[in-house]
C-alpha cells in the first residue's frame, strides 16, 4: 500500500502522482488522483469514486469518560455494533475493521476517525485495495511543528 508497483524502488504513489493528499485539519490521508472530494453532513467529507462509490470520513472527539479509552473500549462504550477486527494501520494506529471490511475506525489518540465505503447499489467490492490505502495513509498532523514553504527553502510560515 502506498507504493508504485510499476515504478522502481522506492517509487511511491504520491510522487508518481496517481494519488492525491488531503488535510483534515489534524490529519491527512491519500486517495487516488481520479476521485473527487465533496462535503459530507456532520463535518465530514466523502470521498467519491469515477464509478459512484464512495468513501465517507466523520471525526468524533474523545472528550470527558471516552478520552482516556482505547479503541476497543471506546467502540465497546459507544457504537456496541458487531465485533470488528483490533488492527494497526500502516502508520502504526490503533484500527478497528468492521467483519464486512467497509467501516473502520482509527484512533489518532485525542479523535476517532470513521471511514465509511459505500458500494452504492453495486454487489461488488471494487475498490477494497483502495479502501485499505486511503487508511494505511492517515497520518496525524503535528500541532507543534508549523507548516513549511518549499518556496521559501524551507522556512516555516
Do not use: C
Not at 508518481?16 to 483534515?24: F, H, N, S
Not at 500541532?143 to 516555516?156: I, Q
Request: zero cysteines; a negative charge.
Amino acid at each position: 500500500h502506498r507504493y508504485n508497483p510499476n515504478g522502481t524502488a522506492p517509487a511511491d504513489l504520491l510522487g508518481a502522482k496517481l494519488v492525491q493528499k488531503l488535510e483534515g485539519g489534524f490529519f491527512t490521508l491519500q486517495f487516488p488522483i481520479k476521485w473527487t472530494e465533496g462535503v459530507s453532513e456532520n463535518n465530514g467529507f466523502v470521498l467519491l469514486a469515477t464509478t459512484g462509490e464512495k468513501v465517507t470520513v466523520h471525526s468524533t472527539e474523545k472528550s470527558g469518560e471516552t478520552s482516556t479509552l482505547s479503541l476497543s473500549d471506546w467502540y465497546v462504550q459507544t457504537l456496541k455494533e458487531g465485533t470488528p477486527s483490533m488492527t494497526k494501520s500502516k502508520n502504526g494506529f490503533p484500527m478497528l475493521i468492521a467483519k464486512n471490511q467497509l467501516t473502520a475506525y482509527l484512533d489518532l489518540g485525542t479523535s476517532i476517525l470513521t471511514f465509511t465505503f459505500d458500494t452504492t447499489s453495486r454487489g461488488t467490492i471494487d475498490y477494497l485495495q483502495t479502501f485499505q490505502m486511503i487508511l494505511n495513509s492517515v497520518d496525524k498532523l503535528d500541532a507543534a511543528v508549523p507548516p513549511v514553504d518549499a518556496e521559501t527553502n524551507g522556512k516555516t510560515l
